[in-house]
């Protein structure tokens, strides 16, 4: 997705690779925020709430969430729940072999990953290991073969999840690399399909299989995700959001928009501030 500075953008210091296990914030926690940035965030007590591109999820001990670079946060609390934090330059991300880890970061799907309490104290260490080589070395081939392990823990918690599902699938991975570069402009499966080198009926029961949707869904998602960002900051006006979002009108967006959430852009717009 391109890059906005309509939220306040939270930026990695010089440094391409930090962990932290007391509270890391590179900004303003509470208020929504863009992040440059991959980060991996470990909640170490429960209590509270924080936002994902304006879907709220629990604070839990021992759940894990990815968060990657443009997307929306915040932790509306006085003070930052206890977590263990790894955030990442974009070149340390593209560094990561395994393309199913790299998939985890997608945004269509933000719920946690939990940790089994089996493996609780193995991940510890691990994280131990990650704190201990950024506080001498911080030798990045290391860092990132100790963060790689970590992700695929993660990913092998997640065999449930449908990130992870379709994670295992190249042709997804493809087909989802693809929608975040061409939304805007291109809605339809068949593009999409094409592209990829299947049918527009195998790419949706492959999707239906794996991940339980739809391309359709899959780009409402990601237009519903844009549309509230822009929305939020007030910088345009709807009907420009619209024609932005690749919609032919704006009482077409506004159909859209009130069938997803509820609410018209106007209701969305006056309530979240």
Known sequence: MAQHTDFPLHELPPSRFLASDSGLALGDHAQSHRISFFAIVWFLETGGTHHIDFESFPVKANEVFLLAPNQVHSI????????????????????IDEPHLRQLFLPFENEAFAIPAEMQAPLTHLFDLILLECAGAADLTLLLKYTTAYLTHLYRFGKRNHRVAGAEDHRLVRLFQLMQMHYRQEKSAAFYAREIGLTPKRVNELLREKMKTTVSK?????????????????QHSVKEIA???????????????????????????????
Do not use: C, N, W
Not at 221 to 228: F, H, Q, S, V, W
Not at 249 to 269: H, I, M, N, V, W
């Open 218 to 234: 899959l780009l409402y998602r990601l237009m519903l995700i844009e549309a509230k960002r822009e929305l939020y900051h007030r």
């Open 243 to 273: 024609y932005g979002l690749g919609f032919s009108d704006q009482s077409y967006f506004a159909r859209f928009f009130k069938k997803q959430t509820g609410l018209t852009p106007e209701e969305f717009r006056a309530g979240a501030h």
């Open 76 to 95: 509306p609390a006085v003070r930052l729940p206890r977590a263990r934090t790894i955030v990442f330059a974009h070149d340390v991300f593209d560094r």
